[in-house]
């Protein structure tokens, strides 16, 4: 397709006249006294009346397609949407440029280079997602792109083993179940189920069904990207709930470098946590390594950390009880492997493993009581 | 630009509690009426916290999916989405009167139309009646029915029990069902005793809570005595001493709630064409499309 051909170059040539100047991805088109001044970075021409101009435009016309795409097409100047977009196909994104961000470690392409490989697909991670970027028409690419999206663990399967879905809304349902069905109220978790894939998206359609899996990702990392994120730490929230969960902020110190460690790391959730226990005090946990940020404790944490605060106002007691040592280890298997999560992989005779479930039914017929509790007895204390 | 929000609850424990939220926000999204609809939730993901800066229009209307004014609407909603200048007092309600105000979100600067709940509207009368309707599969059901209104009840909040009153009242007023009642789980009149209020054989129960969960699909079925163990499931109807309970479920869960959440909106300024009356069209006691989306689910609640 050559640009005469194609649709996209009047508006160009309008908004230039309308505005006296198009400037956009390595682009320039200045219009005075009716000669166009045009620059990319292999052309350099100035003076050229409008048949020389569309000459001129010939081989140009991946950036006559490329400004139409984005200008027209996808629009949303400023948005979060249109950063996300740009960063799905290795765009510079605006305000971005100067920020030091972990989604930014690969180079930005010009418009050239993209073209050539968004004929390929360009991939990018955000979470467990994978997206590819690429031309609806591969061979006659006029400037318009698509976007697919599926688990990255799929990213080696045929799609014809995958279900296939075109409407975001579906991503709904995806997200709210893990692999053995049970309920992720954490979106962030890393338990997606794989085994779909959306194709064909729009980019306003790939933004919602990334939205759906991971609500409000794209909003802080575009707020983060340019230096704009708003952090929540943990005492501002805290000291902001009311009801039953007032008393959170009562929650010791170093409580909640425990709570961190036990629900904010990347085992349990792919949001990289930015907010500290306060300004200037951070916390000692690792915060994760994902693309996109966490701003302040989200409400399975706050509704946790109402129960770790009651435990924490427990005063400490000394009790007694009878274990051999080996049962004394077993404890500490039985809660790593219900920490780790890996009780349903422990196999059935494998009675090696403290956590097994014949050894538990073992330790509990022997030691504890009708009530099902640990039989102890508290010390006295005095 | 026009957004609107649906703040609900929803539930860390069981993802029935938010699908009334995503039937009724998809009712919304296929009229067109706004150019965003986001559903937010208190225990769930987008959290009220966090959903005004996924919007990009500065107009956003929030229609809390709630029963009753109180706790969520006055304190926890309005504090999550940062409503400068928010005071309770701005709704000028005794307690079923809210409507709207406009204000400012601080971290966002956007304009901020904050709605009274779903529960409170006098359209939710009509949602009511027509959960009568679709339990009963009669869209004339009334004559020789009684109909009782169901609320939880809580000395906490006296609103809660208000918003079961308003509409037993106009209901009443309507003379369609020959006896209509607001009974309550933990205050008098208890819907434990629902047969010995009602004279009618038929009698329709429909409880005034936003997603089936704990009270609707446990408590509610085993009080009324229409199964020993919920686990069993029930009839509809069910015979209990000598009456014929029709248990309708959740209310919210109701097609017909997304031409409340529309009216919230349009009383608050939202240009809305003529969403209304599609939604009512397409919400109507016989409409399958929309029916199978919003049939009720099962489990407890958080």
């Known amino acids: 397709m050559t640009v005469a051909e194609s649709a996209d170059l009047e508006p160009l040539l309008a908004a230039a006249a309308e505005e006296g100047e198009v400037a956009f991805d390595g682009l320039r088109l200045e219009r005075a006294d009716d000669e166009y001044a045009l620059e990319t970075s292999e052309t350099d021409r100035t003076g050229l009346d409008e048949a020389a101009l569309r000459d001129a435009l010939e081989p140009l016309e991946a950036y006559v397609s490329n400004w139409r795409y984005w200008q027209h097409e996808i629009g949303g100047d400023g948005t979060a949407r249109r950063a996300f977009l740009r960063w799905c196909e290795r765009a510079p994104i605006a305000d971005a440029e100067r920020i030091d961000h972990r989604s930014l470690d690969e180079p930005t392409l010009d418009v050239p280079e993209r073209y050539d490989a968004l004929a390929d697909g360009i991939d990018r991670e955000w979470g467990q997602l994978c997206i590819t970027t690429r031309f609806v028409d591969v061979e006659r690419p006029n400037g318009e792109r698509v976007y697919d999206l599926w688990h990255v663990d799929d990213a080696g399967s045929d799609l014809a083993d995958l279900e296939v879905y075109d409407d975001p809304r579906d991503a709904r349902a995806l997200a709210t179940e893990d692999e053995d069905g049970r309920y992720r109220p954490l979106k962030t978790a890393p338990t997606l189920r794989s085994g779909w894939a959306f194709t064909g998206l729009s980019g306003r359609g790939l933004v919602d069904a990334v939205e759906f899996f991971y609500p409000a990702t794209v909003a802080n990392w575009h707020r983060e990207l340019r230096d704009e994120l708003d952090v929540d730490h943990w005492l501002e929230t805290a000291e902001r709930q009311s009801g039953i969960y007032d008393v959170i902020d009562e929650l010791p110190r170093e409580a909640v470098d425990w709570m961190a460690e036990a629900c904010c790391v990347d085992s349990q959730c792919l949001r990289r946590r930015e907010w500290q226990y306060e300004e200037g005090d951070e916390l000692d946990v690792d915060g994760g390594d994902g693309p996109f940020p966490c701003r302040e404790p989200c409400s399975l944490v706050v509704a946790a950390a109402r129960k770790w605060t009651i435990l924490e106002s427990e005063e400490e007691r000394t009790y007694e009880l009878e274990l051999t040592t080996t049962e004394l280890n077993q404890l500490s298997a039985l809660i790593d492997a219900v920490a780790e999560g890996r009780t349903d992989e422990i196999r059935e005779a494998d009675v090696h493993d403290g956590a097994n479930r014949y050894r538990a039914r073992y330790l509990r017929a022997k030691r504890f009581d009708d009530e099902g509790g640990i039989e102890a007895t508290e010390q006295n204390s005095e | ?302």
């Open chain 2, 1 to 302: 630009m026009q957004a609107l929000v649906i703040a609900a609850h929803g539930s860390h424990l069981n993802p029935d509690a938010s699908d009334p939220t995503y039937a009724h926000a998809d009712t919304v999204r296929e009229t067109g009426a706004f150019d965003e609809v986001r559903e937010a939730f208190w225990k769930e993901e987008p959290h009220f916290r966090e959903v005004i800066r996924t919007l990009e229009s500065d107009e956003v209307f929030v229609v809390p999916l709630f029963i009753s004014e109180g706790y969520f609407t006055e304190q926890v909603i309005p504090r999550e989405l940062r409503l400068e200048d928010w005071d309770p007092e701005k709704w000028e309600s005794d307690g079923t009167d809210a409507s709207q105000v406009t204000l400012e979100a601080t971290d966002v600067g956007k304009t901020i139309h904050y709605c009274g709940p779903v529960g409170t509207h006098d359209a939710m009368t009509d949602v009511i009646v027509q959960r009568a309707e679709s339990i009963t599969e009669d869209p004339e059901v009334g004559e020789g029915f009684g109909l009782a209104v169901v609320g939880h009840g809580t000395e906490r909040n006296e609103n809660s029990a208000k918003a079961v009153e308003y509409h037993t009242e106009r209901i009443r007023e309507q003379d369609r069902f020959d006896e209509v009642k607001a009974l309550f789980m933990d205050e008098e009149p208890e819907v434990d005793d629902v047969t010995d209020f009602f004279e009618t054989d038929d009698i329709v129960v429909v409880p005034l809570f936003i997603a089936d969960g704990y009270h609707t699909q446990e408590d509610i079925p085993e009080d009324v005595g229409l199964t020993e163990d919920y686990r069993l499931g029930w009839n509809v109807p069910a015979e209990v001493e000598g009456h014929r309970i029709w248990y309708a479920g959740a209310v919210g869960t109701e097609g017909l709630m997304a031409d409340v959440i529309l009216e919230r909106a349009a009383d608050a300024g939202a240009d809305l064409g003529d969403a209304i009356e599609r939604v009512r069209a397409a919400t109507a006691v016989g409409t399958d499309e929309v029916r199978r989306e919003t049939e009720p689910g099962t489990g407890a609640g958080d």
